[in-house]
């Protein structure tokens, strides 16, 4: 099976998303090809087994026990899919066995069923995606006497081949006793019973070809007709019997081997899990610093895979609100003079009468955090560092137009990014909020009410003339080189969100009014601190979009290089040799 391709890349292949099912589905797909196993000239070969089918059909067929079936060749399907060993021929799945649906009694008669073990066993598609093992022996529920009386089910002899038609389609097992089903199968009894379990190999690897052949749309089902035209690669019957040997030894080493990627994935995410744990929970400040240090030195080999990236972004913006990723610099200007300041600004706003006293907290009263920050910073609320903490523009809707002012809209705000790409036009009405509404470059918005509720972002461009929706809050800070530290608060758990998240969603629908942000308790550094832990956060969030972006482009060659290898090895016309022992070396290798 190209050994040496396998065995180059198979660590590679083997790290990708759902690599080990697809190489079960390859030795399916080697199966039914006559690549897994070593065909025997001595074996008696498919024809003359086809033969000995055909008779024993006649036979059953004349005894009652089967009835005819139609030609499968009104189906316009090719009789032939790719090439076989010599030994092999093609035929149709009818040939091979009566194929058989199922059926319901009235579901309000309880007298028509009993606790599955107890009656005439019945299964149904939800039974059999329950089960792992390819032999099932009752469902759910069984049918008693009158049950079966009233339905169209048919009791099928132990060994036959259930096949699930609808509800879904492919599911596969053999009966371990007789049973029945219900109308979601088209299941096949086989005329010679040694042929069941390299029938259930074939609906295995042509499950998903077979599901392409569903009609219908919101309920896809495969008809009976499309099942019994099926075209099937009969092997010798010997060979069949090779075959599903050989199927059981592999299926067993896949089991190896997801086990030990999925314990190995354990240990990685292990790994992660406790590096945010004491990023985000530790209380002495030199040990966090210590884990602070790992995890930015570390940062891309703790990332595995683009799944745990957004856990990453959040121990990032933990560390940067909690002071860990910067250290402290004792020549920094003292955040009280910053504050002294604000307060300075804002009552010299309030005698212009440019901003409402009523609206304005002049009082620093040290509020409580979720930690304890740096001993150079304060804790605030959020509104005492703002003029402002507004709703935008209510009923602007009717006003939107193709050219005009630029209207900010909820869905223009994501997760700390603001969308320029899609922004409304409006012309603003006569009488209108306008002023109060009107946004400038380093403003804060947050989505008040909506699917987005909590989003924060930074308006970091000049828009020019431009209003903000109703839907989202519009706070403008007192002094503006704020925003960028303020953003961040607003996007870390422990800097706020997560309190600003409890308040939105802690009863009814969704949503913010504008005390729960005024009222947010907020950690504030030294202005020169800010600036570098915004800087140095801003620098490690870039590395994690590269980081995601690139484990994504990984996964997606990965997966790409998978395929190429498993098709070039099912088109190869040279032999296969021993699959197992080519798996095996590749697992030493990796």
């Known amino acids: 099976m190209n050994p040496q391709l396998l065995l180059a890349h198979f660590n590679r292949v083997t790290d990708g998303p759902n690599a080990i099912p697809r190489l079960r589905r390859f030795i399916f797909d080697l199966a039914v090809r006559g690549k897994l196993v070593e065909q025997d000239p001595d074996n008696e070969t498919a024809v003359e087994l086809l033969k000995r089918i055909q008779v024993e059909k006649a036979r059953l067929v004349k005894a009652g026990k089967v009835k005819t079936t139609k030609n499968a060749d009104q189906i316009n399907e090719p009789a032939t899919l790719f090439a076989l060993p010599a030994s092999w021929t093609w035929c149709r ?17 309880p007298n028509n069923f009993t606790a599955g073990g107890s009656g005439i066993a019945w299964l149904t598609p939800a039974d059999l995606g329950k089960q792992r093992e390819l032999f099932v022996s009752h469902g759910a529920r069984d049918l008693t006497a009158q049950g079966l009386r009233t339905s169209s089910a048919t009791v099928m002899p132990k060994g036959s081949v259930l096949f699930t038609s609808r509800a879904p389609i492919g599911y596969t097992a053999i009966a371990r006793n007789d049973v029945t089903t219900n109308q979601g199968f088209k299941s096949v009894v086989p005329y010679i019973s040694e042929c069941n379990l390299y029938i259930a190999i074939y609906f295995r690897a042509f499950g998903k070809w077979i599901d ?16 019994s035209s099926l075209p099937f690669p009969l092997p010798p019957l010997a060979e069949q019997h090779r075959i599903a040997s050989k199927i059981d030894e592999l299926m067993a080493l896949c089991d190896e081997l997801e086990a030990a990627r999925g314990e190995r994935d354990k240990r990685r995410d292990h790994l992660t899990a406790a590096s945010n744990y004491h990023l985000n929970n530790g209380a002495h400040t030199v040990a966090v610093r210590k884990y602070a240090s790992f995890f930015v030195k570390h940062l891309p080999t703790i990332a595995a895979h683009p799944e745990q990236i957004p856990t990453l972004r959040e121990a990032i913006l933990n560390l940067a609100v909690r002071g860990r990723i910067m250290p402290q610099d004792d020549n920094d200007e003292p955040v009280s003079k910053s504050l002294e300041r604000i307060r300075m600004e804002q009552l010299r706003l309030i005698a212009a009468g440019v901003i409402p006293k009523s609206k304005v907290r002049l009082s620093y009263a040290r509020v409580e955090l979720a930690f304890d920050p740096p001993k150079s910073w304060e804790s605030v609320s959020f509104g005492q560092l703002c003029n402002v903490v507004t709703s935008g523009s209510r009923g602007w809707a009717e006003y939107y137009s193709e050219v005009g002012p630029k209207f900010i809209r909820a869905q223009n705000i994501r997760f700390g990014r603001l969308r320029l790409d899609d922004l409304a036009c409006v012309n603003p009405p006569k009488k209108s909020e306008g002023t109060r509404t009107r946004v400038s470059k380093g403003d804060l918005l947050v989505v008040i009410t909506g699917a987005g509720v909590t989003n924060p972002a930074l308006l970091d461009t000049d828009l020019g003339e431009a209003y903000v929706s109703q839907h989202v809050a ?12 303020l953003l961040l608060c607003l996007m870390a758990p422990m800097g706020g969100r997560a309190e600003l998240v409890t308040r939105a969603y802690g009863a009814g629908k969704p949503g913010l009014n504008l005390d729960n942000i005024r009222s947010l308790p907020i950690p504030l550094p030294p202005l020169a601190e800010q600036r570098r832990i915004v800087s140095k956060a801003n620098e490690l969030m870039a590395l994690c979009d590269r980081l995601e972006a690139q484990l994504a482009n990984a996964r997606a060659q990965t997966s790409y290089l998978l395929e190429s290898l498993l098709h070039d090895a099912l088109t190869s016309p040279e032999p296969f ?5 080519d798996l095996r070396q590749g697992e030493a290798h990796a």
């Open 474 to 485: 519009l706070i403008k800070p007192t002094d503006m080189n704020l925003s960028p530290w």
């Open 577 to 581: 040799g021993d699959v197992t022992k």
């Open 212 to 227: 392409e052949k569903a009609s219908g749309t919101t309920f896809r089902e495969v008809p009976g007709k499309v099942v």
């Open 93 to 109: 799945l009818s040939e091979i066995g009566a194929i058989v649906g199922g059926g319901t009694p009235p579901s309000d008669d």
